[in-house]
C-alpha cells in the first residue's frame, strides 16, 4: 500500500491580515472571514463552457457542477453562515436561467441554507432571480467589496482580473491563482472551475498597488502559502 | 518489377532526343504501370528526376490536347514545393509545346484564382493536403474531381506518420469516391516498411493492383565521422570544439548543408563560424523562429548559388533541390539511421555522384551515437517511422467537413473513411461516438442537444446545423498546431539590478523573431540566451512579447537545448548497446572515447544489451541514481517522472532529475545505496511495468505534457478554435483555456473519446509510454545495480547536464512551501 509523503506537512491556513480584519485563504480561492462566519468568492463564471456550445464549441458542460461542489465543500468545512459573490457569479446576462435543472437544485439548496449576497460584475451586470440579494456594492464593518478593483480607496475588496503568481525556486517555477493586496486594495482568485488567471506582474495591475507593501498567497493543494514577492517571475 | 512496356507518345520522346537524353528506366516503370492501370509507390532517393517521373504518365495522357478538366492532383508536404514543381513543369511543357495548364495553389494564391480553380480548374493542380481538405469539403467538390484520373503524392514518407497523413489518407478515400477511375502515383524516400506504403495507397481502392517500384542504381553515399585534433567533450551540444575545423571543410567545399537538431544548436554554431570567419565566407541561418522572409531570402540566395553555407534545422530537411551542395554535415546526435540518410540525400543530387556527409559528433556519448549511424548507413538499414492508426481529432476534423460538403449517411461516411489505411481497422462504436462528437460535444450529460452543430433529418441525414458551421470549420482546418508563440522584440536595457517589474518597458525596438512561450517560463530577468545569432538578455514581458536587450557576455547563461524533436531510434540505440558490451569494436572509437569506456569497465561495470544497469553513489549532499536505458529523452522523462512518485511512496525522499538520450539521473536525500542493500528499496519492484497503472494514472491528472497534448487534439478536432472570423486568438489564450477543458473533462468523464484521443497521442508523443513499456519489459529481472563511492565515468556526462538542462517536472507544492518558509525566516529577522 503506498505510504504516505516521505515529509508529512502540517495542514494549516495562513491568515491574512486585511485592513485590520484577520482572513483566511482557503485553498479553494475562497477568503473565509471567521468573525463575521462570512465566505467571500470571486468570479464563479457559471455556465462558462455553456455559453461556448451555443457559439458552436461544445466544452464540456460540467464546469458549473465543479464550481458547486467547491462551493458547499467550502461552506460545510467553514460552518458559514453567509456567502458573498463579488461579481461575474453567471458567465452571461441570461446563465441563471440556463443552469440543468440538477444544478439549478444545487444552487437554490445553497440560497436556502446561507444568507447570500450577489455583487453584480460585468458579466452579470443585472440582478438575478437565484436565491439571496443582488446588490451592486456592498460596504461592510469599513470594507468595500465589489467586482472591479480600483485605486484610491482603503478597504477595497475585489475580483475580476483572476490574480495569479508565477514562483521561481530553484531553477524551476510554479504559476498558481493567489490573493494579492496592499493593506489597501485586496484582490481575490477567481474561483469557478472554468476560469483562467492572469499573472499579478503583466500590465493589467499596474498602477493599482503599492508594490512595497504587496503581500502574495499561492493556492496550494491542500492549503495557501505566503510567498515573498522578490520571488516571482512574469509569465 | 512489372515486365511491361511504356508508350510514350513522339513528341515526348522527340523532346528527350533532341537534348541527348533517355527516359529512366524507374520514370518509364511509372508509366507503364500507370499505363497498365495501376496505381503505384516509387521508393527512390532524392533527387535525380522523381519530378518528371510522376508526371510523365500526365505528360503523355495530355499530348494529344484533348483532355478537357483536372487531370492531374499533386499533393506535398511543402507549399513551396508545389510551387517549385509548378515552375520545373512548365519548363519541358513549354519545350514539348504541349497544352496543358499547370498551376499551384497554396495558402498563398489570391482568393479570386482559388475560387476560380474550383470552378474552371487546371490540368494539373500542385496543392498540399490541407488544401485538398479544404476543396471536398465544399458541395460541387463532385464537378471539381469528377474528371479526375491522377493523383501525385509526393514526400509520401514525410506525410504518412503525422496527423496530417491521416488528413490526406480521408481526403484521398473521398477522391475516390468522386472520381472511381482515378490512380494513384506515391514518391517517397527509402523507409523500413515499403510495404506499408504501397498499403497505404492500395486502401482507398483495393480492388485496384498497387505496383512497389524501387529506383535502382546510384553511389552509395560516403559517410564519415569528423576526427578531431581537440579534446572531446563529455557533455553538451554545441560542439564548439569543432568550430575551426568545420570552418576549414566548409571552405574546402563548394557549398555546405549543416544540420543541428534544435534552433539553439543552429544559433550557436551559426555564432560559431561567424566569430571565426577570416574570410567573411557568406554562411547564412535557417531555422522555424526567424520569421518567413528572413526563411526565403536564405532560400533565394542558396537557389541562385550564393551562399557557402547554411546552418539549419529539420525546416530544410524537404525542399527545393539544391544542386550544388556537395556536402551535408550534421552536427549532433543523428538520431536515426533514415533520418541521416534522408538529409545526407540532400547532397549532389546528380544520381551517379555519390552524396557526402560529415558527422561532428557534440559529446562522447554522441560519437557512439555516430558510430552506429555510420554501420547502418553502410548496411542500408532503414529505421524509419511506421504509418499508425489515425486519430479521432483528425476524423472529428473530416466528419465535420464531410457534412459540409453535403449530408451523409452514417453508413456510408463509415465505410468509406475505413478505406482511407490509418481507419481500416475504425470500429463502428468509435466511428459513432466521434460522429456524436461533432454533432453536439459527445458527452455523457446531453445538455447541448439545442445547441447541435450537426442535425440528423427524418430520412436518416446527418447536415449541419447552420452555414456558420461551415464558415468555422474553413478558418479551423488542417493538423498542424503552432506552440503558442511569443514576440521577441529587442529593447534598451534598462540596468537591471536584481529586482522587480515595476513599470512598463519602454516599446518600440525591433521584432527578432518568435520564441515558444514556455521558454520564457523558465527564465528570470537578466537572464541571457542566444537568439537571431546575437546573445541577449530578457527585460521582461508583456502581454504576448518578450523583451530582450543586446548583451556584452560571452557566454549566454541559458542554453535553451529543450531537447531535439525526435528521439534517438530504437534501432540506434540498440547498436550504441551493442558497440558498448563489444570491447572488441572500441578500437575504432577515437581514442578518448575507448579510454572512456575503458575506465568505466574498470571502476564500474558497463551496460549490457539486455539488462539495465543501474548505479548509486553519493555525491555532495545528495545521493544519486543513474540508469542507461537508452530510450530517448522522451522515455527517459516520463521513466524519471513515475520513478520520482514511486521513490517518494517508498521514502527515499527525492529531489529532482535530469532526462539525457541516453541516462537519467534521479537525486535526493535519501540514501539509495543503503536501502537498496538492505533490502528496504527493491529495483525489480521500482522498475516494474505496473508504474504503467496506477502511476501514470495518477500523474496523467496533472501532467503539463499530457495537457500540452489534449490541446492540439482539441483544436484539431474543432472543441476549441484556433481563430475567430476576423480576429485571431493568441496561442496564450487557447493554452490557458485548453488546460481548463482537460481538468473539467478528465474529471468527470475520463472515457471521453478526446480523452482517449489524446491518451493515443502522448502514449506515442511527448510521454513516449509505448517506449517506456518496452523497455520495462525487456529489462524485467535483468536489473544490474552497481553502488559506488563516487560517480562513475559513464554518469558523468549527464550529472553535467544538471543546471544546464531544465530539470523536468511539473508543478511543485514543495516549492511554494518552501518559498513561505523563506518568508518566514525573512520576517523572524533569520536572514
Known sequence: MPSPAAIPEPIETPVLRFAAHNFEPLPSGALYWRTRQTLLVADLHFEKMASFARRGQMLPPYDTAMTLARLETDLRRTGATRLIALGDSFHRPDSAALLTPADRMRLDAITEAVECIWLSGNHDPMPHAIGGTCLPELELDGLVLTHEPRKGQTGLVAGHLHPAARLAMDGRTTRKPCFVHDNRLLILPAYGSSTGALNILSSAFFGLFNWSALEVVMLGRDRTYPVPVKRLVGG | ?831
Not at chain 2, 509510454?769 to 559506488?788: D, Y
Open chain 2, 1 to 831: 518489377m512489372p515486365i511491361l512496356s511504356a508508350h510514350l507518345p513522339s513528341v515526348i520522346t522527340d523532346w528527350f532526343t533532341k537534348r541527348g537524353w533517355a527516359p529512366r528506366q524507374h520514370q518509364l516503370d511509372v508509366l507503364a504501370s500507370y499505363q497498365s492501370g495501376a496505381s503505384q509507390l516509387l521508393i527512390a532517393p532524392t533527387g535525380a528526376g522523381k519530378t518528371l517521373a510522376g508526371f510523365l504518365p500526365t505528360l503523355t495522357d495530355l499530348a494529344d490536347g484533348r483532355f478537357q478538366g483536372l487531370h492531374t492532383l499533386y499533393i506535398s508536404p511543402l507549399k513551396a514545393l508545389a510551387v517549385d514543381v509548378e515552375r520545373n513543369l512548365s519548363t519541358p511543357i513549354s519545350q514539348m509545346g504541349l497544352p496543358i495548364t499547370v498551376e499551384a495553389r497554396t495558402g498563398d494564391t489570391p482568393a479570386s484564382k482559388r475560387a476560380r480553380q474550383r470552378v474552371r480548374p487546371p490540368h494539373v493542380l500542385l496543392t498540399t493536403p490541407e488544401q485538398l481538405a479544404l476543396l471536398i469539403s465544399h458541395p460541387q467538390a463532385e464537378l471539381m474531381f469528377g474528371s479526375l484520373r491522377r493523383v501525385v503524392l509526393d514526400e509520401l514518407h514525410a506525410l504518412v506518420t503525422s496527423k496530417r497523413g491521416d488528413l490526406l489518407a480521408l481526403g484521398l478515400a473521398r477522391l475516390v469516391k468522386l472520381a472511381p477511375d482515378v490512380q494513384i502515383t506515391a514518391l517517397s524516400a527509402t523507409v523500413a516498411r515499403p510495404d506499408l506504403l504501397r498499403d497505404w495507397i492500395a486502401q482507398p481502392h483495393p480492388d485496384r493492383q498497387t505496383d512497389l517500384l524501387h529506383m535502382t542504381g546510384g553511389a552509395p553515399p560516403e559517410l564519415r565521422i569528423l576526427e578531431t585534433e581537440e579534446r572531446l567533450p563529455w557533455a553538451g551540444h554545441s560542439a564548439v570544439y569543432a568550430h575551426r575545423e568545420l570552418y576549414q571543410t566548409i571552405q574546402r567545399h563548394r557549398t555546405t548543408l549543416l544540420f543541428v537538431n534544435t534552433r539553439s544548436q543552429a544559433e550557436m554554431l551559426f555564432q560559431g563560424l561567424w566569430d571565426i570567419n577570416e574570410a567573411m565566407l557568406p554562411i547564412a541561418l535557417h531555422h522555424g523562429s526567424l520569421s518567413v522572409e528572413q526563411r526565403r531570402k536564405v532560400e533565394a540566395a542558396m537557389t541562385t548559388g550564393k551562399l557557402k553555407a547554411v546552418v539549419c534545422t529539420s525546416t530544410l530537411d524537404l525542399g527545393i533541390d539544391w544542386g550544388d551542395v556537395d556536402l551535408v554535415v550534421q552536427v549532433g546526435a543523428p538520431k536515426g539511421s533514415s533520418r541521416m540518410l534522408q538529409r545526407i540525400g540532400r547532397a549532389n543530387h546528380r544520381l551517379d555522384d555519390p552524396s557526402r556527409a560529415l558527422l561532428v559528433p557534440s559529446n562522447r556519448f554522441e560519437v557512439l551515437e555516430c558510430e552506429a549511424a555510420v554501420e547502418a548507413v553502410a548496411e542500408g538499414h532503414q529505421d524509419s517511422e511506421d504509418p499508425h492508426p489515425g486519430g479521432y481529432d483528425v476524423l472529428a476534423q473530416h466528419v465535420l467537413g464531410m457534412a459540409c460538403a453535403d449530408p451523409f449517411r452514417a453508413d456510408d461516411l463509415y465505410a468509406e473513411v475505413t478505406r482511407a489505411w490509418p481507419y481500416r481497422d475504425l470500429t463502428r462504436q468509435k466511428f459513432d461516438r466521434v460522429l456524436d462528437f461533432v454533432a453536439t460535444g459527445g458527452y455523457a450529460l446531453r445538455a447541448y442537444e439545442r445547441y447541435a452543430r450537426l442535425k440528423l433529418t427524418p430520412d436518416g441525414l446527418w447536415r449541419i446545423a447552420n452555414p456558420q458551421v461551415a464558415q468555422q470549420y474553413r478558418l479551423n482546418i488542417g493538423t498542424i498546431i503552432e506552440e503558442p508563440m511569443v514576440r521577441v522584440r529587442l529593447v534598451r536595457a534598462r540596468g537591471l539590478k536584481q529586482g522587480r517589474t515595476t513599470g512598463p518597458i519602454g516599446m518600440g525596438g525591433r521584432v527578432l523573431g518568435e520564441m515558444e512561450e514556455y521558454f520564457f517560463g523558465t527564465l528570470s530577468l537578466g537572464d541571457t540566451f542566444m537568439f537571431g545569432g546575437e546573445i541577449v538578455a530578457f527585460e521582461g514581458m508583456k502581454d504576448n512579447e518578450a523583451f530582450v536587450s543586446r548583451a556584452f557576455s560571452k557566454d549566454p547563461k541559458i542554453p535553451s537545448y529543450m531537447g531535439g524533436k525526435f528521439p534517438l531510434s530504437t534501432y540506434l540505440a540498440e547498436r550504441v548497446r551493442r558497440i558498448m558490451d563489444s570491447p572488441g569494436e572500441w578500437g575504432k572509437l577515437p581514442d578518448q572515447v575507448a579510454d572512456w569506456l575503458r575506465l568505466q569497465r574498470d571502476l564500474s561495470v558497463m551496460p549490457a544489451r539486455d539488462s539495465l544497469l543501474v548505479e548509486t553513489f553519493p555525491r555532495g549532499s545528495n545521493n544519486f541514481m543513474v540508469c542507461y536505458p537508452f530510450e530517448g529523452r522522451l522515455a527517459h522523462q516520463t521513466l524519471g517522472m513515475l520513478l520520482t512518485r514511486r521513490l517518494e511512496r517508498m521514502r527515499a525522499r527525492p529531489l529532482g532529475f535530469v532526462a539525457s538520450e541516453y541516462a537519467l539521473a534521479i537525486w535526493g536525500l535519501g540514501d539509495l545505496s543503503a536501502l537498496i542493500r538492505t533490502g528496504r528499496l527493491s529495483l525489480d519492484e521500482l522498475f516494474s511495468e505496473d508504474m504503467l497503472g496506477d502511476d501514470l494514472e495518477a500523474w496523467l491528472d496533472e501532467s503539463a505534457l499530457m495537457k500540452r497534448t489534449f490541446r492540439n487534439c482539441a483544436i484539431i478536432s474543432g472543441l476549441i478554435e484556433r481563430r475567430h472570423p476576423g480576429k485571431e486568438k493568441s496561442g496564450r489564450q487557447i493554452t490557458m483555456s485548453s488546460d481548463i477543458i482537460y481538468d473539467v473533462l478528465y474529471q468527470h468523464e475520463p472515457d471521453h473519446i478526446l480523452i482517449e484521443a489524446t491518451r493515443h497521442d502522448a502514449a506515442r508523443g511527448l510521454l513516449d509510454i509505448e517506449r517506456l513499456g518496452q523497455m520495462l519489459s525487456r529489462i524485467r529481472h535483468h536489473i544490474v545495480h552497481k553502488p559506488l563511492h563516487q560517480v562513475s565515468p559513464l554518469a558523468v556526462p549527464i550529472l553535467l547536464d544538471i543546471g544546464k538542462e531544465p530539470v523536468f517536472g511539473e508543478a511543485r507544492e514543495s516549492a511554494m512551501a518552501d518559498a513561505a518558509a523563506e518568508l518566514i525566516q525573512e520576517a523572524m529577522g533569520e536572514r
